[in-house]
């Protein structure tokens, strides 16, 4: 018999039932990572028994609540608010308070975006919640705490990668909400329903004046945030000497010369290469960055740290080029070239001018992808 | 009325010295530091305040084990005027929640209260590169009952607002945030500058602030594990789940010869 069967078993949700997820949207769109945090939710409230609660905040964002329980949502609470059109901390976080504090839900769950980030753990403070960011897997389980010499249940362990080693952590904790980040890419979306059924109500919050001190002068959203990641059968990812080095222009190249030949390539870029301004933060491959799962992952002078590990090692046939034969990443990967990436990605491109694409598929070239290769 | 500015930073261990101890939690005894990357950033735009408002009272706050004195002298050497430790083993295990009440706590203390109706700015960095969350700013935010902005690219000061230029996805949105606030930086923003011959003369016998639990009035139960939500149930080994690498190496055309035949039928 296991020693700890003799212990009391404690639910400590005190009441508290229920799964909460944020629809964030940009316009009135909502963001892939928001739809992707609703296969999590809906698997763990199919294992606790309980429904799913997506909160959709904006101007003109009613129309998309359907889509929402398409996506496995049991209810959709719209805030509809010509001050909200933009997303807003304050008021964002006033609007989950009061329904923390009306519905209270036993877990709350964000997507990891910059806005997710801060919203999540504000919240937290204000409801006095747990909060774990940028998980990987989110599960039910006991937990035997040592120090009340209790077994608490049913816990949502949110698993994240942590720092130093290849490990990974378990947090959990007994207040609730149990909250958590996900980051974009981590979870697939559930394949759109239209049969679902589900429950879309309007809500008003009670705002105060201080709640708006904040004014939002311009927003520029460029680009779709480096999307096309996610989509991406071949990434070749650059590292921090991709940057001091050439600016990138060799891995672009490469990638650019792939486009051409009719292959989905992307380029993507670790979070060192990102921070010291080297490539734009939606091209970031890692824990804090994108979660990707492309055929082929090329990582040109990658050291390998944990948290880069965490964003692509569910990958096809990873290929690692990297001038030290000691490098980390080697040890992640399926081949390593041991060479200095100035002098291998020339030969790459010519190859690829010539025919070869890493092994996918051979396609006719798309005249579309190799217009916009070339621009 | 004159500004104060605050500036959060952390001391962190070298990453290749990082360790996980016996009990989930870091080790941090062993491990030689240095500041926090990111909150470089924070310093540097607290210090940039202070060109533009000569008047401006530059403090240094952070919380952790007397060690951290060395990071907080360097702060004194680049321009600051004071440095503050919360430093209190009763601390030990605090999760984020736990650090950002310890730390607003520690703040009010420090006269940065919304109440006093005096102007203020603290800045912190976007995240730490031992707890990699971000939380911490937006929890201090919070509990100081402030405006926050994170990710922040360009910060620039307007006597009772802040224009903060903030990255999103795809882009970047640019905010008006009125003082008292605080304001996360991102390590794309203005890197620190070099210290001074008379700042480094200054650091070296400046007085390191030194402060406990109980002289900021916070009771113990509410950090540490006892004021932690959350907790490290577990740690595992990320399983494996490659085959041994295959190393090619020699020249350039050779290397690149063999990966096509490698990949060849392989998809």
């Known amino acids: ?375 | 009325m004159r500004l104060k500015v605050a500036s959060l930073m952390k001391q962190v261990p070298l990453p290749s010295e990082m360790r996980t101890g016996a009990d989930g939690l870091m080790d941090r005894t062993t491990a030689r530091s240095t500041i926090n990357h990111d909150c470089t950033f924070a310093l540097e735009s607290a210090l940039e305040v202070k060109d533009r408002v000569p008047d401006a009272e530059l403090i240094v706050v952070s919380m952790g084990p007397p060690s951290f004195e060395q990071s907080l002298r360097k702060a004194i050497s680049l321009g600051f005027d004071r440095a503050c430790l919360l430093s209190d083993r009763r601390l030990g295990g605090s999760d984020t929640f736990a650090t950002g009440l310890a730390l607003a706590t520690f703040l009010l203390k420090l006269g940065f209260d919304r109440e006093l109706q005096e102007p203020f700015l603290v800045f912190a960095g976007r995240q730490t590169s031992d707890g990699d969350t971000a939380h911490v700013p937006s929890q201090v935010a919070e509990v100081l009952g402030i405006p926050q902005a994170t990710f922040a690219q360009e910060v620039d000061y307007r006597d009772d607002h802040v224009i903060v230029r903030r990255i999103i996805e795809g882009g970047h949105q640019t905010l008006r945030v009125p003082l008292p606030c605080l304001i996360s930086v991102a390590p794309t923003a203005r890197a620190a500058r070099r210290p001074s011959i008379k700042g480094m003369m200054r650091a070296k016998n400046a007085a390191i602030e030194t402060w406990n639990l109980d002289q900021i009035g916070l009771d113990a139960s509410r950090v540490g594990l006892d004021g932690s939500p959350t907790i490290v149930a577990k740690t595992l080994s990320m399983a494996r789940t490659r085959p041994e690498v295959t190393l090619i190496e020699g020249s350039v055309g050779e290397m690149v010869d063999r990966l096509v035949v490698a990949l060849q039928g392989e998809i």
């Open chain 1, 1 to 375: 018999m296991n020693e700890t069967e003799t212990y009391p078993r404690i639910d400590f949700r005190n009441g508290a039932r229920g799964v909460m997820t944020w629809v964030e949207v940009h316009g009135t769109e909502p963001v892939p990572s928001s739809l992707e945090i609703l296969r999590p939710a809906r698997d763990l409230a199919d294992l606790l028994g309980t429904q799913v609660t997506s909160v959709l905040i904006g101007q003109g964002v009613s129309d998309r609540a359907a889509d929402v329980i398409a996506h496995g949502a049991d209810r959709v609470v719209v805030v509809e608010d010509p001050r909200l059109a933009e997303y807003l901390v304050l008021p964002y976080a006033r609007v989950f308070t009061e329904l923390i504090e009306r519905s209270r839900p036993e877990i709350a769950l964000f997507g990891a975006t910059t806005s997710g980030r801060e919203l999540a753990p504000r919240i937290a403070s204000r409801v006095r919640a747990g909060v774990t960011a940028d998980c990987t897997h989110l599960k039910v389980g006991d937990f035997f705490w040592k120090r009340r010499k209790a077994i608490m249940y049913p816990c949502l362990e949110a698993i994240r990668p942590s720092y130093g080693e290849s490990k990974l952590a378990t947090i959990v904790g007994f207040w609730c909400p149990q909250m958590a980040t996900a980051r974009p890419g981590a979870f697939s979306a559930l394949p759109k329903d239209l049969s679902r059924h589900g429950v879309i109500e309007d809500f008003v919050p009670t705002f105060e004046p201080g709640d708006f001190a904040v004014e939002i002068l311009e927003t520029v959203r460029a680009e779709a945030g480096g999307e096309s990641l996610f989509s991406a059968e071949i990434i070749v990812t650059g590292g921090r000497p991709c940057g001091e080095l050439d600016e990138f222009r060799l891995v672009r190249e490469l990638v650019d010369e792939l486009k051409r030949r009719g292959v989905a390539a992307e380029w993507g870029a670790s979070r060192q290469a990102v921070d010291a301004g080297y490539a734009p933060h939606e091209r970031q491959i890692g824990q804090t960055g994108k979660t990707v799962r492309p055929k082929i992952y090329v990582a040109v002078a990658i050291s390998g740290a944990v948290q880069h590990l965490a964003g692509m090692k569910e990958s096809g046939k990873v290929i690692a080029i990297n001038k030290d034969p000691g490098a980390g990443m080697f040890r992640s990967s399926d081949i390593g070239l041991v060479g200095d990436y100035r002098d291998v990605l020339p030969v790459l491109i010519d190859r690829v001018r010539s025919g070869f694409a890493f092994g996918l598929p051979a396609t006719t070239a798309s005249p579309v992808l190799a217009a916009e290769a070339r621009r």
